[in-house]
């Protein structure tokens, strides 16, 4: 209610908007706010829009039973707790196991999936451990590798890398990259680090806080005039944005405002 006591009707975080998206390895990029986990969580059916309808492969996902939609649609929710205390060797054999692959696939570089990712993401040392007893870090990547086994046609991340070392991040997006390629799985992660989607990203999608968005290669969508326009900073300051809270980009931005009304 507002202070007059009426109902207050939150604006649509999408209005009219309308789109066709290729698979492949696609990077979502763009101040927070701006509608990145709204458009994965609408893209991969966990929400259900208002007014339309999201397909994926042609599929209204919202509407399937929850195993199918899991197996066409995996997503990663930013920062996602556990209570569970099952040993981690354990949980990644059961989601091996209960996924598309049903416990028998091969990897990108060997004859064994699960032995392939517990290598990739450094998992051997936490296999008798429970979720509740892992760091930030060490959940993140058992989260990526569940995407990676459950074999799902697509896979939705919201800011899987925000624990990792950096060069964690960089082997994990490398091997996602490969991943996405050699088994055609659609791969749209969204993440602070620009220098990372220009590095790794077929496409990236930039979003502005007007709710407008940009689609095309890095070298395409992310140029200096776009992320100044988008983010509200010189492009300059964007590489650290990442260690920055959403309430000194904001601060960062209006002293620049500031300064710009004194020079005019």
């Given at each position: ?51 339309g309808k999201c397909l994926l492969f042609g599929k209204d996902v919202a509407s399937l039973p929850e195993e199918q939609k899991n197996l066409v649609a995996s997503v990663i929710y930013q920062n996602m707790e556990f209570e569970s205390r099952e040993k981690v060797c354990s ?128 070298d395409e969508v992310l140029t200096s005039e776009d992320l100044e326009k988008a983010y509200g900073v010189p492009a300059s300051m964007l590489k650290h944005s990442e260690d920055m809270t959403r309430e000194e980009l904001m601060q960062t931005a209006e002293a620049v405002l ?7």
């Open positions: 209610m507002d202070a007059e006591g009426k109902q207050i009707v939150p604006k649509p975080v999408f209005y009219h908007f309308s789109a066709e998206l290729p698979g492949g390895f696609v990077s979502l990029v763009g101040p927070n706010g701006s509608g990145k986990s709204t458009f994965l969580l609408l893209a991969s059916g966990r929400i259900v829009p208002q007014e949980l990644l054999d059961t989601v091996f196991k209960s996924g598309n692959y049903k416990g028998k696939a091969s990897g990108i570089h060997s004859e064994d999936l699960l032995k392939e990712v517990i290598e990739q993401f450094e998992l051997g040392g936490l296999l008798d451990r429970g979720l509740m007893e892992l760091s930030k870090g060490e959940i993140q990547r058992v989260l990526l590798a569940f995407s990676m086994l459950y074999g799902s046609a697509s896979i939705f991340m919201d800011e899987p890398l925000f624990a990792l070392e950096p060069r964690q991040k960089e082997s994990a997006l490398s091997y996602i990259k490969e991943f996405s390629a050699k088994t055609g799985t659609a791969v749209f992660i969204s993440m602070h680090e620009l220098e990372l989607s220009k590095k790794y990203a077929e496409k990236v999608m930039l979003f502005y806080p007007d709710r407008n968005i940009d689609f095309g290669t890095p500031a300064v710009q009304k004194t020079v005019q």
